[in-house]
C-alpha cells in the first residue's frame, strides 16, 4: 500500500516537473491556449464555443421578444 502511495507520488512529482521545463523552455513562458474562441484558425472557419454561441443567440432571441411567457395550457389552446 505504502509503496503504490510512493510511486504514485513520485509520478507526480516527475510529470510536475515536466510542466514546470516545459514552460521554462517554451519562447512565451506559457501553454498554448485552448479555448476555442481564441483559436484564429477556428474563428476563419466560423467555428466557435457553443457556450458563447449560445448566449449570443439567447440574447438576441431575448431582444427580438421571441420568448413569451406562456404556459401549458395556453400552447394547448393555440395549438388546437
Not at 443567440?57 to 420568448?67: D, L, P, V, Y
Amino acid at each position: 500500500m505504502i509503496t503504490v502511495l510512493l510511486i504514485t507520488i513520485i509520478l507526480l512529482a516527475i510529470s510536475f516537473a515536466g510542466f514546470a521545463i516545459t514552460i521554462l523552455i517554451k519562447k512565451n513562458g506559457k501553454f498554448p491556449e485552448l479555448h476555442l474562441g481564441k483559436n484564429e484558425d477556428l474563428k476563419k472557419r466560423g467555428i466557435g464555443c457553443a457556450t458563447s454561441q449560445d448566449k449570443m443567440e439567447q440574447a438576441k432571441a431575448k431582444r427580438s421578444h421571441q420568448f413569451k411567457q406562456l404556459t401549458l395550457l395556453d400552447k394547448e389552446v393555440n395549438s388546437l
